[in-house]
């Protein structure tokens, strides 16, 4: 999963969240990738600080930094990232509890305004949405300590 900070020919600046920088690539190319604020299609990945090279490394050095897993994140790390994550979820999209997949699958067919929505989908759902090749993601729920 790759998250790529986009913009539209509007200045509005937002995130997209694609299975990879194939995935981006494919959506963009099929007008699938859209604005939330104004719905522009035209939209344009935004550079990156972690994609930015501040000096020339030999290419067998890059190469193999590019090959390599990095680190792993601790476990405490983990989890303070999976909570603010699910809290900006929860201030910021729409609850659409058991809806899901119907809504999600009716803003991929343009039946209605596309929009940040989050809920729960049974797992024929998630299977579905993936065939029809409709975007969404799993979060994993972040165990809280007692």
Not at 8 to 32: L, T
Not at 74 to 83: I, N, R, V
Not at 109 to 114: A, I, L, Q, R, W
Request: with cysteine.
């Amino acid at each position: 999963m790759v998250i790529y900070n986009l913009i539209c020919k509007q200045n509005h600046q937002f995130e997209g969240w694609f299975p990879g920088a194939e995935g981006y690539e494919e959506r963009v190319a099929r007008d699938q990738v859209s604005c939330p604020i104004c719905g522009d299609t035209s939209v344009q990945k935004l550079p990156h600080a972690c994609a930015i090279r501040t000096k020339k490394e030999p290419t067998e050095k890059r190469r193999q930094s590019v090959n390599t897993v990095g680190q792993p994140v601790p476990e405490s790390d983990a989890k303070e990232l999976l909570l603010r994550l699910h809290h900006h979820v929860r201030e910021n999209f729409e609850d659409v509890g058991p809806r899901f997949a119907e809504q999600a699958r009716r803003m991929f067919n343009g039946e209605v305004d596309k929009r940040s929505i989050y809920g729960v989908a049974t797992p024929s759902e998630r299977e579905e949405l993936e065939t029809e090749g409709v975007p969404h993601i799993v979060l994993p729920i972040p165990e809280l300590d007692s």
